[in-house]
């Protein structure tokens, strides 16, 4: 991905700094990870029909795009979680 692109777009649709929400999906083991990474505990989660997966949502204030970005990255190194 082009992270320029990203951050340009956005740049386009926030004013920062601003809450920004964050949307994962994982398992009840990656609460902490995440939790580590993003500084908060989520403010929401729900579990699939079957309990297998949860999703996490996070809003989070973020001073300027690049926060975004590196939160998104270090995500990214975890196994087993998706980006919504």
């Known amino acids: 991905m082009n992270l320029d692109k990203l951050e340009s777009l956005l740049d386009d649709q926030y004013e920062w700094p601003s809450t920004y929400k964050f949307k994962f999906v994982g398992n009840e083991g990656h609460r902490d990870e995440l939790t580590d990474i993003i500084g908060q505990k989520p403010c929401k989660e729900n579990a699939s029909r079957t309990g ?3 999703s996490f949502t996070f809003n989070v204030q973020i001073q300027e795009s690049s926060e975004v970005i590196s939160i998104y990255q270090k995500v ?9």
């Open 76 to 84: 990214s190194k975890l196994s087993g979680i998706m980006s919504l």
């Open 52 to 54: 297998k997966y949860i």
